[in-house]
């Protein structure tokens, strides 16, 4: 009925969450809120987890892109998983030292660490720094020699791939600002360096081809791809690389249109992909790593506005006005992301009007969608905006000094809260 799994309406016509009814929720929290389902984020973990297990003997570990939705709370219940964890900044990392994360199951990206990034990363024993460039190598590997440790690395590597998806969300092909091409050689000329380096251990080969993809051919191709680039490396210089990182990107049910394919059919086609490639180049079936972002918070998230303005222009559109915006949902200002709306408090009725939700900022692209299919809404309302757990909060801003909402966590009925809301002296804390 909705597009993801845990959302249902009860007898009274309201839209429910993880079984709970979000009018509840909006009387005892307020909006705007995100509101977030543990039952369903642990339920997405455990997806991955089986499907490694299933098609690839359990070699291989996900590691959640905390980037999709980053808090102490998430990556407690990601750790309580038994997952590894993705991070890309020193706050993320930060966020999982907090938190005792293991810090052999960390993967640190980025495309240009900082000095002080890199040593904090070295300094907690982070199990795979995946290394954008050779300017990065350089510094990790002086920085990993005066601190006596041998840095654990991968290489991020540009396999070529297209994934026919949104250009701002493409990363796999040679135009890109992230790691290393192969065709140019200087994939393989960062590998040999890596090998000769006393601070460094060259673990894994990584790559990333982009994010919302629908399709598990350019999964399957970009694995087959990284198999023969082991062979390469192995062949020329005699070093087996033990491990593969096949990144995240798995596309998600935003509107019904949408159709990803279930976890384990990627798994099972990549396994295949990656045993027939090994068995025909001679090399070992590396340990992989995969990192869904997306896939494991997106569906598990909801947003909650209440409606100010409705304001109808004659033959043109409505425009149903929320206490929020792009400052918690930057998504349509930035891709034209498209989401499901309903009007939580009337979730029964018929979704028979189309309007453009617009937030509250000094911006006219400031809109959650347009022409959305949505019930009837009047001033009091409540929106829901499905699907929103993945680069909503993570991507929220002060824009216009509105605070950030909170975050409301969901399991077996009950609600806590996971980050508390900011509020005035938030805005101004940092002002001199
Ligand atoms: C963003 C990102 C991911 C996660 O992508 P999703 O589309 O959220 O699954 C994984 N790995 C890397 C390196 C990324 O940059």
Redesign the pocket.
């Known amino acids: 009925m909705f597009v993801s799994e845990n959302l249902d309406v009860n007898p009274s016509g309201h839209l429910t969450v993880g079984g709970v009814d979000t009018v509840d929720i909006v009387k005892e929290y307020g909006t705007p809120l995100y509101v977030m389902d543990e039952g369903l984020i642990r339920k997405n973990c455990q997806s991955f987890k089986k499907s490694i297990d299933m098609y690839y003997g359990g070699k291989g570990l996900a590691c959640y892109?905390s980037?999709?939705f980053c808090c102490k709370e998430m990556h407690r219940i990601i750790k309580d998983e038994g997952l590894g964890i993705?991070v890309?900044s020193i706050g993320e990392l930060y966020t999982a030292m907090s938190i005792d994360f293991p810090a052999e199951k960390i993967c640190f990206?980025g495309n240009n660490k900082t000095s002080e990034e890199l040593k904090t990363a070295l300094e907690y024993g982070v199990g795979n720094i995946?290394v954008d460039n050779l300017t990065e190598l350089e510094t990790l590997n002086s920085l990993a020699l005066s601190f006596g440790k041998r840095a654990s690395i991968m290489f991020?590597i540009k396999p070529g791939i297209d994934a026919h998806t949104h250009d701002f969300i493409m990363?796999g092909q040679i135009d890109s600002k992230?790691g290393l091409a192969l065709e140019t050689g200087e994939a393989f000329e960062a590998v040999k360096k890596a090998v000769s380096m006393e601070g460094i251990l060259l673990k894994g080969l990584?790559c990333?081809i982009g994010?919302?993809i629908f399709d598990i051919d350019p999964f399957a191709l970009a694995a087959q791809v990284m198999i023969e680039f082991i062979a390469k490396i192995k062949k020329e210089t005699g070093y087996e690389v033990p491990q593969l990182n096949l990144?995240?990107?798995?596309g998600i049910k935003y509107i019904n249109e949408n159709d990803p394919v279930p976890y384990d059919k990627y798994m099972e086609k990549v396994s295949i992909k990656i045993k027939e490639a090994c068995e025909e180049l001679d090399v070992n079936l590396p340990f992989i790593l995969i990192?869904?972002?997306?896939?494991i918070a997106g569906p598990a998230g909801i947003t909650l506005y209440t409606v100010g303005a409705v304001k109808t222009i004659p033959n043109i559109r409505t425009y149903v006005s929320i206490d929020g915006g792009m400052t918690d949902n930057p998504r349509y200002a930035l891709y034209q992301s498209t989401y499901e709306a309903v009007v939580a408090n009337k979730a029964d009725k018929p979704r028979d009007t189309k309007v453009t939700i617009a937030g509250k900022c000094c911006e006219s692209g400031d809109l959650i969608g347009e022409n959305m299919p949505i019930q009837q809404a009047e001033p009091g309302d409540t929106i829901a905006i499905l699907a929103t757990g993945?680069?909503n909060y993570s991507m929220s801003s002060n824009y216009n000094r509105i605070p950030k909402p909170a975050v409301v966590m969901v399991k077996d009925g009950k609600t806590r809260i996971v980050v508390k809301k900011e509020d005035l002296n938030d805005i101004v804390r940092n002002d001199i």
């Open positions: 892109a980037k999709a993705d890309v990206h995946v991020r990363t992230f990584h990333h994010s919302q990144g995240g990107g798995f990192e869904p972002g997306r896939s993945a680069y």
